[in-house]
């Protein structure tokens, strides 16, 4: 079972920035991606970015593409979101996930996520 704990997130004004930090429990390069996504009540989480664990290769939802970077750092076993330029829509629950197996979908569809963070708000006004 891996755990993932996340942390960074908080209240800024528009136009700042923060950077999200995701922690596993288990070595992030035995998954396959990671990825972050966020969720407002009310409404289906939708993914923001993720990262092919051993390749490096990333990918973004459009509404964050030049803003938003996700990264690792293999030796911390961590997970990055920088976010820059933040706007009142980018306000959510931020949540951290591991795909352990590859998948035919989209990095940024939820379902072949296997493991979940509890989440960390941020807030932009």
Known sequence: QVQLVESGGGSVQAGGSLR???AASESIER???????????????????AINSSGGRTYYR???????????DNAKNTLYLQMTSLKTDDTAMYYCAAAL???DECPLIESQYH????GTQVTVS
């Open 62 to 72: 459009d509404s964050v593409k030049g803003r938003f970077t996700i990264s690792q």
């Open 101 to 103: 197996q590859p998948s």
């Open 20 to 22: 999200l930090s995701c």
């Open 31 to 49: 998954m396959y991606h990671m990825a972050w996504f966020r969720q407002v009540p009310g409404k289906e989480r939708e993914g923001v970015a």
């Open 115 to 118: 493991y979940w963070g509890q």
